[in-house]
């Protein structure tokens, strides 16, 4: 068996491309070439986007086309991740309350706070100031939220 044979038959393993040389030993038998032309590989399509945009289609073997799928799955991935770090570090509340954002409290303010009371007080001196079925109306109305066909149909 000659060097020549040795080394193709090495590469044809590993599913690497073979080139037969020509020397003045021996040259491989017939049914190594046989072999060789029965592993055609067959070929897929694929779709390349080029750096300025435009796709561009290629015919390459099996095993270079399921290479080139999962760089396209990794790179998809990738950019995915690269999107959700960005929307993330966008949306983030420290972020935002560290370049000087600031949130409007979801709790009245104490000027508000003496408004309101002071409005209750007021309203409720109101209040007591008027006759005792008057009193029952407001209170049913504003305070119990009842309708006045309701307090009709109560008082008859």
Request: positive net charge.
């Amino acid at each position: 068996m000659s060097a020549v044979f040795f080394f193709c038959q090495k590469r044809a393993k590993r599913g690497l491309p073979y080139i037969l040389v020509p020397t003045s030993k021996s040259l491989p038998t017939g049914d190594f070439y046989k072999k060789s032309k029965s592993e055609d590989k067959k070929l897929k399509t694929i779709q390349y986007t080029l750096a300025n945009g435009k796709c561009a289609t290629y015919e390459v073997d099996e095993k270079t086309a399921l290479v080139y799928e999962q760089i396209e799955t990794e790179t998809r991935r990738e950019e995915e991740r690269m999107r959700w770090r960005r929307r993330k570090k966008l949306n983030s509340l420290e972020e935002m309350s560290e370049s000087g954002v600031q949130f409007a409290s979801s709790e009245p303010n104490p000027e508000e706070l003496a408004i309101h009371c002071d409005e209750y007080s007021r309203l409720h001196k109101a209040v007591s100031l008027l006759p005792e079925n008057q009193q029952r109306l407001v209170t049913n109305v504003y305070f119990n939220g009842q309708s006045l066909a309701e307090i009709a149909k109560e008082e008859g």
